[in-house]
């Protein structure tokens, strides 16, 4: 059994960790930093001025309270009912479990029935082969290809822009009934 649950400060230190690990950079559209604990600080501090326009989540294992990932909403638009998304399963032992294919759902379904929205959006680097077909199978569609937009391991990479609309909503599609989610 699984939660999703705001992010707390108390992640902190294992977001930090996560975000300093290449192996787990390496398959995100952004470039990899070296990021302090006092960097994630104020970025949490932003993030708790600016929770209209953000959601964060932590990704729980109930059994063992262990923090797997995080899932995000941000750059909510009111106007344009808008937001983007990101996920990442950053405990390596949960990967390919499809925990992420059901927390997309799940984020999916609170972006367009609780927070009424009308387009949820993302990027992904185009040799991310799984996290694409993850998308693809929860509804996201291939909307265009940013060329060369980020430069990785000594080479540019093309980023793919993904989204779902909300009259595309499945919401008669229903989780992994091992997976389950508490808010």
């Avoid at 059994?1 to 398959?27: C, G, P, Q, V």
């Avoid at 009912?81 to 990967?95: C, L």
Wanted: proline share 0%.
């Amino acid at each position: 059994m699984f939660a999703l649950r705001e992010i707390s400060k108390n992640d902190l230190t294992i977001i930090n960790a996560w975000r300093n690990d290449h192996e787990i950079i390496n398959f995100l559209g952004c470039n990899f930093l070296y990021i302090s604990e006092e960097i994630d600080d104020k970025w949490y501090q932003n993030y708790l001025n600016n929770r209209d326009k953000n959601v964060r989540l932590s990704i729980i294992e109930l059994d063992n309270n262990h923090l797997i990932g995080n899932v995000y909403l941000t750059n909510i638009q009111s106007i344009n009912r808008s937001a983007e998304f990101s996920i990442v399963i950053s405990n390596k032992n949960y990967w390919s479990r499809g925990i992420g294919e059901a927390v997309c759902r799940e984020i999916i379904k609170h972006a367009f029935i609780d927070l009424n929205l009308n387009r949820i959006y993302l990027y992904v680097l185009e040799q991310n082969t799984r996290a694409i077909r993850m998308y693809e199978k929860v509804g996201f569609l291939l909307e265009g290809k940013l060329e060369e937009a980020v430069y990785k391991n000594g080479s540019y990479h093309n980023i793919f822009v993904m989204a779902i609309l909300r009259k595309n909503y499945n919401q008669d599609i229903q989780n992994d009934k091992n997976i389950k989610f508490y808010f």
